[in-house]
T-cell receptor
Framework: KAGVTQTPRYLIKTRGQQVTLSCSPI?????VSWYQQTPGQGLQFLFE???????NKGNFPGRFSGRQFSNSRSEMNVSTLELGDSALYLC???????????FGPGTRLTVL | AQRVTQPEKLLSVFKGAPVELKCNYS??????LFWYVQYSRQRLQLLLR??SRESIKGFTADLNKGETSFHLKKPFAQEEDSAMYYC???????????FGTGTKLQVIP
């Protein structure tokens, strides 16, 4: 099976812009979770989608949003970018949300 | 709310020495606990989960509900064990997975 893929791998944006990141889960996986990874904070949970519905949400401002499509692919959007949004954004998929999560390679976002 | 604490940011051990990576959690129910590992330039991947009670690459972890701990252990460290290790907790049902801040294990040859 192909692994979790994320596009793009690298992004450079300026403050105030918005960005959309994409995640394609492993075939058959219906749960997709997003995390923000930074050196000081580790992995922080953003949200989880299952069958096109947001099932769990972390403690991030409303500028962070996401969605999931009928083929389980997911996107996350960050509006009005701030310098502090610079991070590695990881997505992970699992069959239903209670099993092992399989991680993608991440999208490295740099905000200037 | 659940919380996972990994008190050590960096743990350095000599090759052949025992390793113990600490993980403490706060959750009142019966959690599902995991250890994930990230080797250099590789993806984050599952190392082991407590429910399976497996030993992976010589690592074991025992859930101690009394001390709310899930420490990762290996009797003899190898250089290839050098990596970033994350402890994670999932509460009941389909709750979110909470990760600790990670411990970097450095095995000195």
């Amino acid at each position: 099976k192909a692994g979790v893929t994320q596009t793009p791998r690298y992004l450079i944006k300026t403050r105030g812009q918005q960005v959309t990141l994409s995640c394609s889960p492993i075939s058959g996986h219906r749960s997709v979770s997003w995390y923000q990874q930074t050196p000081g904070q580790g992995l922080q949970f953003l949200f989880e989608y299952f069958s096109e519905t947001q099932r769990n949400k972390g403690n991030f401002p409303g500028r962070f949003s996401g969605r999931q499509f009928s083929n389980s692919r997911s996107e996350m959007n960050v509006s009005t970018l701030e310098l502090g949004d610079s991070a590695l954004y990881l997505c992970a998929s699992s069959t239903s949300g209670r099993e092992t999560q399989y991680f993608g390679p991440g999208t490295r976002l740099t905000v200037l | 709310a659940q919380r996972v604490t990994q008190p050590e940011k960096l743990l350095s051990v000599f090759k052949g020495a025992p390793v113990e990576l600490k993980c403490n959690y706060s959750y009142s129910g019966s959690p599902e606990l995991f250890w994930y590992v990230q080797y250099s330039r590789q993806r984050l991947q599952l190392l082991l989960r407590h429910i399976s009670r497996e030993s992976i690459k010589g690592f074991t972890a025992d859930l101690n509900k009394g001390e709310t701990s899930f420490h990762l252990k290996k009797p003899f460290a190898q250089e290839e064990d050098s990596a970033m290790y994350y402890c994670a907790l999932q509460a009941g049902g389909y709750q979110k997975v909470t990760f600790g801040t990670g411990t970097k294990l450095q095995v000195i040859p």
